[in-house]
T-cell receptor, first 113, second 116 residues
Framework: NAGVMQNPRHLVRRRGQEARLRCSPVKGHSHVYWYRQLPEEGLKFMVYLQKENIIDESGMPKERFSAEFPKEGPSILRIQQVVRGDSAAYFC???????????FGPGTRLTVT | AQTVTQSQPEMSVQEAETVTLSCTYDTSESNYYLFWYKQPPSRQMILVIRQEAYKQQNATENRFSVNFQKAAKSFSLKISDSQLGDTAMYFCAFMKRGSGNTPLVFGKGTRLSVIA
């Protein structure tokens, strides 16, 4: 069984460009979480989604960041007009309905130049 | 809001020795889960061990065991017979047990180096 897949693994963007990060959950998992890890820090929760719904976005900056998890296809974390402070590793995790364990993807390392 | 504190930014241990990593947390919840994750240089997050707060018995997974002190809100990880492959960042994490799925709250991590 394939685990959580994230792409790209590495993404370089110039200031002001848009970044799109993709996450394909474990097959059959309907819950997706996005976390951000700044250098030398732990992971910080950003947003929790179920298919077609945002359940909790309390950790996501109000501006420039958005997330979706459509009925078909991967979950997308979108960062508009990136700034240097957005440079981080972004992790996606998925879980099935009613289960507490989260399965993590390998992360996307975003570098803003 | 829940917080997780790991007071040891870095630790080292000789191969084959035992090391204990500390974690404390703050919550008003009574039902929750606690986890230790390992993050090697590959950056992949690997679940090491989990503990349900309602269980008094400490969890054990091979060379990894925890000391869960609910009243003290402490959740330390003991690694026995340390191996070079245990070198990694270790993160303690908290999850509220709710009616549905809930996010993880992580500590800042402890960098463990196993020395040959």
């Amino acid at each position: 069984n394939a685990g959580v897949m994230q792409n790209p693994r590495h993404l370089v963007r110039r200031r002001g460009q848009e970044a799109r990060l993709r996450c394909s959950p474990v097959k059959g998992h309907s819950h997706v979480y996005w976390y951000r890890q700044l250098p030398e820090e732990g992971l910080k929760f950003m947003v929790y989604l179920q298919k077609e719904n945002i359940i909790d976005e309390s950790g996501m900056p109000k501006e420039r960041f958005s997330a979706e998890f459509p009925k078909e296809g991967p979950s997308i974390l979108r960062i508009q007009q990136v700034v240097r402070g957005d440079s981080a590793a972004y992790f996606c995790a998925s879980s099935p309905q009613g289960a507490y364990e989260q399965y993590f993807g390998p992360g996307t390392r975003l570098t803003v130049t | 809001a829940q917080t997780v504190t790991q007071s040891q930014p870095e630790m080292s241990v000789q191969e084959a020795e035992t090391v204990t990593l500390s974690c404390t947390y703050d919550t008003s919840e009574s039902n929750y889960y606690l986890f230790w994750y390992k993050q090697p240089p590959s950056r992949q997050m690997i679940l090491v061990i989990r503990q349900e707060a309602y269980k008094q018995q400490n969890a054990t997974e091979n060379r990894f065991s925890v000391n869960f002190q609910k009243a003290a809100k402490s959740f330390s990880l003991k690694i026995s017979d340390s191996q070079l492959g245990d070198t990694a960042m270790y993160f303690c994490a908290f999850m509220k047990r709710g009616s549905g799925n809930t996010p993880l709250v992580f500590g800042k991590g402890t960098r463990l180096s196993v020395i040959a």
